[in-house]
């Protein structure tokens, strides 16, 4: 790979529902370059406000790295979302409500002018995760990884040689596994924090915010006990068969449920090994930054 700041180097910004988050990104090592920047977002804005934002928040990201004009910036954006021509479908979620049908590159682009950002790509956020741990994260070396991320919903990455794979027969459409079907439901429901607080409130007739009540409560309860052992067991049977149709090296798991892996950890092993299953687990090495490098490494 050339040395200059012209290829060198890409932008990776992280959208999330209620902040901007990014770093100027060494596309050789993964390693940020300057300072990582954060700022908040009212995602309840008109779409002036929004995009005035992030535009800041970019800007001082290029202006703070030393490197100069950075010419190509990747972004993470949550879905529903068009990554192929990088227009927000989001709507009925009472965020970014305002922005459905923003052309982000054509809106952004006079914005960016002065640090020299024209080049704009998009990926999906659990999809970013997945090549943001395959470029200098858990999975660097790994040359086939599926990623799950564990949280509000499943969201799921495919990668070979650090390329995102969406289609073909190694995967489901799109690379999406939460509307796989599961137990009689689909896998966002069976591996969410909707079912750890339905499951634990089964348990116990009580209700918590999600995993990580449970597992503060894991210690002195034999509920939560029981629900991270079944957790464990129940992503080892359906995580082992997506991971082999993939021919995955290895199996990232991220997300805020993801946390608490000490605890439903050793069930999952114990059912992969009983299985005969021999992936490898991976947690990932930056959670906070994965996304973001993802990204960037669009530009790869």
């Not at 932008?11 to 999330?16: M, S, T, W």
């Not at 009689?184 to 009540?213: H, K, M, N, P």
Request: hydrophobic residues 45%; glycine residues 12%.
């Amino acid at each position: 790979m050339a040395q200059s700041a012209h290829n060198r180097y890409a932008l990776g910004v992280d959208i999330g529902g209620s902040h901007v988050c990014s770093a100027v990104v060494d596309l050789a090592t993964g390693q940020l370059c300057g300072e990582l920047h954060t700022d908040k977002v009212d995602a309840a804005a008109g779409a002036r406000t929004i995009a005035g934002a992030w535009a800041a928040n970019i800007r001082r990201t290029a202006a703070a790295s030393g490197i100069g004009r950075i010419r190509c910036a990747g972004f993470a954006f949550p879905g529903p979302f068009d990554y192929e021509r990088g227009i927000s479908l989001i709507r009925g979620v009472r965020k970014f409500e305002r922005i459905y049908g923003l052309d982000v590159a054509a809106t952004l682009y006079p914005l960016l002018r002065e640090c020299g950002t024209e080049e704009f790509r998009y990926v999906n956020d659990a999809a970013a995760f997945a090549l943001g741990e395959c470029l200098g994260g858990v999975a660097d070396g790994a040359e086939r990884v599926v990623a799950l991320t564990l949280g509000t919903g499943v969201g799921s990455g495919f990668v070979a040689g650090r390329r995102l794979v969406t289609s073909g027969d190694e995967v489901p459409a799109n690379g999406w596994v939460y509307c796989l079907p599961f137990e009689g439901g689909i896998v966002d429901e069976a591996f969410s924090t909707r079912w750890v607080c339905g499951r634990y409130r089964e348990l116990t007739g009580q209700e918590i915010s999600g995993a990580r009540e449970a597992a503060e409560r894991h210690a002195e309860d034999p509920a939560a006990r029981r629900l991270f052992d079944e957790y464990g067991e129940r992503l080892a049977a359906f995580a082992a068969p997506v991971a082999e149709r993939f021919r995955a090296d290895m199996l990232v798991l991220g997300g805020n449920i993801s946390r608490a892996y000490p605890l439903f950890g050793p069930a999952m092993e114990r059912r992969l090994e009983a299985d005969g299953h021999r992936i490898r687990i991976g947690l990932p090495a930056r959670p906070d930054h994965a996304a973001l490098i993802g990204a960037a490494s669009l530009f790869i």
